[in-house]
């Protein structure tokens, strides 16, 4: 089991950016098995959907949705004194549609599904406390 920290959200106009940030680590301070696919979903307002935003292996391979490609990057590091690992998404050029509460994963990089009851039963085993993204027109 892990445990996930994200930070880096906040309200921004329209065409702005934010980096946010995830800190994986083993619970109760285990080593965090640095081989896992890290992943980013998030929440709407107003919505139990969670979207799938963008994905990360181990190796680098990446996967976006559809609505994100081309403005948000996935990006992935290892602190090697402590085997936490840290994950991040770089959004840029953010749009209104972009608003909702942000959560990562380790997770693994699915093809093809939008929301995560596409994939029936499969979740992950668990998830950090979300970071707020609002975006105003």
């Known amino acids: 089991q892990v445990e996930l920290v994200e930070s880096g959200g906040g309200s921004v106009q329209a065409g702005g950016s934010l980096r946010l940030s995830c800190t994986a680590s083993g619970y109760a301070g285990r080593r965090f098995p640095t081989t896992y696919s890290m992943a980013w979903f998030r929440q709407a307002p107003g919505t139990e959907e969670r979207e799938r935003v963008a994905?990360?292996?181990?190796?680098?391979?990446?996967?976006?949705?559809?609505s994100v490609k081309g403005r948000f990057t996935i990006s992935q590091e290892k602190a090697e004194e402590n085997a936490k690992k840290m994950l991040h998404l770089q959004m840029n050029n953010l749009k209104p549609e972009d608003t909702a509460m942000y959560y990562c994963?380790?997770?693994?990089?699915?093809?093809?599904?939008?929301?995560?009851?596409?994939?029936?039963?499969?979740?992950?085993?668990?998830w950090g406390q979300g970071t707020q993204v609002t975006v105003s027109s």
């Open positions: 994963a380790a997770f693994v990089c699915y093809r093809d599904y939008v929301n995560l009851r596409d994939l029936g039963n499969i979740r992950p085993a668990s």
């Open positions: 994905c990360i292996e181990n190796g680098g391979t990446t996967e976006y949705a559809d």
